[in-house]
């Protein structure tokens, strides 16, 4: 074994949180090494946020493209060529790691190319022999896909990871999900051209959020051409001569060219020695951390995906701004979860922030529901099915609005806005007092008037 080397930080892991918090310790001072045996940038820039977003961006042209005509262009029919934009995306992934690489070593950052494991009394080894004792460690590997282990033949499929290297776009997929990545693959896919199925366990996609946002995005996949097959999971994969035959518990199966698993992720922490450290994890293998991001190590702490609080990039950041500000500028912080504005970049696009109406229910009993549902006028002169869903959840005592769903084009951009209004706790009259912006789609937001009254389906 060679020599120790002191560090006063060490970070596994060189994804969105542990870039950002070997970053800012070492501008406070600290001497930090951090070990990435990947490539720096994390889940969220090399198979994750951008590259998925820059797909979705590729595939709204065919929609676009359509729209075109109704306004008086004349439009050939397109074709795509995907290896093209794989490559486009693939140097743009590119381009973002080595930002990222050149950030931290502006920032006096150590980044050692290697994987590396906890040996316990606070010491990292690498493996390449490198062994470096740290004042305080710093967990952040993240997630990685999961698939069902005892589904025969699931090896047959590929995962999220996976989809960035694909040779060429499949004629037919098969998606087995029905959560952020299922839907966001399916719509992509589906808009290029590809026959894609979607297979779900549950009873409408997007477990967890607001029932109308999971009614609007269900009913909008099956708009765009994808089959939704629900109330059932695959029970085996076979290869076939002319691709997979994917055979579903329900007694049906689907040929296909290619299988997706988006089933869900899990934290990444094969092989890192957490028990020899005495890092206790949770009952779905999640590191366990208090609110200031300590483990039951200490000197070990954990940000990020790896803890499974909230697995979002800006979530990930947060944390380690906060475990930075409380260990190395002695300004104890901890981030609170309530009030993140989420996307799903369906096609069109989901954006959220705050309670679902049934969370709203079981927290403040007595709420008031305003919502509408629309054509956006850039759809009217195509004659487009687009719709638009807006959705204000208020507490009936405080009228404090608690909620926003939206489902509609560029619902993300809005909501960004939007959840600076409902973190800062305004009311609904609050909303109404604010002139609308006309003509908008996010004018909706501040001219609801009418409360919605569910209907008497008793008397009906």
């Keep these: 074994m060679s020599s120790v080397e002191t560090v ?23 001497k930090v090494v951090v070990a990435e045996s990947f490539r ?15 797909y979705v961006y590729g595939a709204e042209f065919a929609q676009a493209f359509r729209l075109a005509r109704g306004y008086g262009w004349a439009v050939p029919e397109p074709a795509h060529d995907w290896a093209r934009m794989r490559e486009a995306v693939a140097s743009e992934v590119d381009r973002l790691s080595a930002i990222y690489t050149r950030n931290l070593r502006n920032a006096g950052v150590e980044i050692v190319e290697s994987f590396a494991s906890l040996l316990g009394e606070g010491k990292v080894g690498l493996a390449d022999g490198r062994v470096f004792r740290a004042g305080r460690i710093l967990v952040a590997t993240g997630g990685g896909p999961w698939r069902p282990s005892d589904v ?7 995962t999220s990871d996976d989809v960035f290297h694909l040779p060429s776009r499949p004629e037919r997929l098969v998606v087995a999900g029905g959560g952020y ?5 399916a719509h992509i896919f589906a808009a290029l051209g590809t026959q894609v199925t979607l297979v779900y366990r549950g009873e409408t996609v997007l477990n967890g959020f607001d029932d109308d946002v999971r009614v609007e995005v269900h009913e ?3 708009r765009a051409g994808v089959r939704v097959i629900t109330h059932t999971v695959i029970e085996r994969v076979e290869q076939t001569a002319g691709g997979l035959a994917v055979h579903l518990v329900n007694g049906e199966h689907v040929e296909a060219d290619q299988l997706l698993w988006a089933v869900g992720r899990r934290a990444a922490t094969a092989g890192l020695g957490l028990e020899t450290a005495g ?7 999640n590191v366990t951390v208090d609110a200031h991001s300590r483990t039951s190590a200490p000197g070990i702490f954990a940000v990020g995906d790896v803890t499974g609080r909230m697995p979002l990039t800006p979530v990930a950041i947060r944390e380690a701004q906060a475990f930075v500000d409380t260990e190395y500028r002695g300004r104890p912080s901890a981030f609170t979860y309530d009030d993140i504005p989420t996307a799903v970049f369906a096609q069109p696009a989901v954006g959220v922030v705050g309670l679902s109406e049934a969370e ?34 208020v507490c009936a005592q405080t009228q404090r609005v608690v909620g926003c769903h939206i489902v509609g084009p560029d619902a993300p951009e809005i909501i960004q806005a939007v959840a600076i209004a409902v973190k800062a706790g305004l009311t609904k009259a609050q909303f109404d007092d604010t002139c609308a912006l006309h003509p908008s789609v996010a004018e909706e937001l ?3 008037r009418e409360k919605w009254v569910a209907p008497n389906l008793a008397s009906a």
């Design 8 to 30: 006063h930080l060490f970070v596994i892991g060189a994804g969105s949180g542990g870039v950002r918090a070997a970053r800012l310790a070492s501008m406070a001072g600290a």
């Design 40 to 54: 720096v940038g994390g889940t969220c820039v090399i198979r994750g946020c951008v590259p998925k977003k820059l």
């Design 152 to 158: 025969p033949g699931q090896e047959l499929g590929i």
């Design 181 to 185: 990545s299922a839907i966001e693959f």
């Design 220 to 222: 909008n996949l099956k």
């Design 279 to 285: 890092v206790a994890l949770d009952a779905r293998g």
């Design 360 to 393: 709203a229910r079981r927290r403040h009993g007595a709420i008031d529901i305003y919502k509408t549902r629309f054509r956006p006028m850039k759809h009217v002169l195509p004659n487009d099915e687009t719709r638009m869903l807006m959705k204000l959840v």
């Design 446 to 448: 501040v001219t609801l």
